[in-house]
């Protein structure tokens, strides 16, 4: 059920992005993709509740204490997706090029409706972040910060 937006947004048979099922979670983990759709951004995944929550993010993610960034939470995408590299064909769902920007272990401190408080330990994302939806936020919107 988790997934069921993803999978009515997408037609399997003219893509190669992971159809996906339900997985459990052995290791927390976190993945950013580029995609060079039709608006450029940084796609934030994190894999929690056997998907991965996901966010995309207009500008590159912050790497330095107090950048905060714009986070549009989207559909829960399948933990096979954190591996995905490639072309989406045009006049499908998210048309364009996807690749890893950075990825590495995920460590949940706190998780409540609207905060998330995490470490990432990646390449490029190092250190202590925040997901936090402010009350004056529309549904989808959160910041996205490196404390």
Known sequence: M???????KRDFKKNNEPKGKQLK????????????????????????????????????????????????????HPLQYASFEGKIPEGQYGAGIVKIWDKG?????????KLIDFNLEGKKLKGNF???QPAKFDKKDWLFFKK
């Open 2 to 8: 988790l997934l069921k937006k993803y999978q009515q």
């Open 25 to 76: 979670i052995k290791k927390t983990f976190f993945v950013v993709q580029e995609h060079r759709a039709s608006h450029h951004h940084f796609d934030l995944r994190l894999a929690i509740d056997e998907v991965l929550k996901s966010w995309a993010i207009p500008k590159q993610p912050p790497v330095k204490k107090g950048e905060k960034r714009l986070a549009v939470q989207v559909e829960d």
């Open 105 to 113: 272990k995920l460590e949940i401190y706190k998780r409540e409706d």
């Open 130 to 132: 925040v997901l936090l």
